[in-house]
């Protein structure tokens, strides 16, 4: 199944970043950030980027969702 949605340049071109396309970057960021949550490694506070993840996919849905 896919679904089209409008995101920000800057977020495609973060999640472009990790992956050869946005649903492969996405698809990365979630396996970095599910790694990171179990080995406890990263210097960064792995809940504030899950945060900022959840809420910008939140937002793309929603302005979808209320738009159509």
């Not at 698809?27 to 970095?32: G, S």
């Not at 599910?34 to 490694?41: A, H």
Request: cysteine-free; aromatic content about 4%.
């Amino acid at each position: 199944m896919s679904r089209v949605v409008r995101i920000s340049e800057d977020a495609y071109e973060i999640a472009t970043a990790y992956g050869s396309g946005l649903s492969e970057g996405i698809r990365m960021m979630d396996a970095i950030i599910r790694e990171l949550r179990t080995t406890g490694r990263s210097p960064l506070d792995v809940k504030e980027i899950e945060r900022i993840v959840r809420s910008a996919v939140r937002d793309e849905i929603e302005s979808v969702v209320y738009r159509g």
